[in-house]
C-alpha cells in the first residue's frame, strides 16, 4: 500500500512559478522511480516528468522541458516539481505518481495515484 499526497497548488500569474510536492508512505519510497503528471478539463491524463529511484534520470515532457524541474529527497519520502516560467495551459491538476517496478531510471507506469493539486495559471 502506497500513499501519495500532493500539496503546493494553487493560482499564479503566468510567468509566475510554484513549487509542488508529494509527500509519499510506504515500503522503500527510494527504490521506486516517481512522476508528474498532469490533466486539464476535458483534457486526458498526461505525462510531466519523472524521476529514476537513484534521482539521477530526469525526463519531461517537451511543452515543459527548460521550466519545470523534477527533484526528490528520499530522506523525507518527498519528491517536487519545480515550475517556473508558467503558462495558461499549464492550467490542470496535477498528480504525482509511484512507479509499480523497482529500480527504473526512465520509464515509469504507475502503480500509486495521489488526489491531485490543482494549478490555475491566469493570463
Known amino acids: 500500500q502506497v500513499q501519495l499526497v500532493e500539496s503546493g497548488g494553487g493560482l499564479v500569474q503566468a510567468g509566475g512559478s510554484l513549487r509542488l510536492a508529494c509527500a509519499a508512505s510506504?515500503?522503500?519510497?527510494?527504490?521506486?522511480?516517481m512522476g508528474w503528471f498532469r490533466q486539464a478539463p476535458g483534457k486526458e491524463r498526461g505525462f510531466v516528468a519523472t524521476?529514476?529511484?537513484?534521482?539521477?534520470?530526469?525526463t519531461y515532457a517537451d511543452s515543459v522541458k527548460g521550466r519545470f524541474t523534477i527533484s526528490r529527497d528520499n530522506a523525507k519520502n518527498t519528491v517536487y516539481l519545480q515550475m517556473n516560467s508558467l503558462k495558461p495551459e499549464d492550467t490542470a491538476v496535477y498528480y504525482c505518481?509511484?512507479?509499480?517496478?523497482?529500480?527504473?531510471?526512465?520509464?515509469?507506469?504507475?502503480?500509486?495515484w495521489g488526489q491531485g493539486t490543482q494549478v490555475t495559471v491566469s493570463s
Open positions: 505518481a509511484a512507479d509499480g517496478v523497482p529500480f527504473r531510471s526512465a520509464t515509469i507506469q504507475p502503480a500509486s
Open positions: 510506504g515500503r522503500t519510497f527510494s527504490n521506486y522511480a
Open positions: 524521476i529514476s529511484w537513484t534521482g539521477v534520470t530526469k
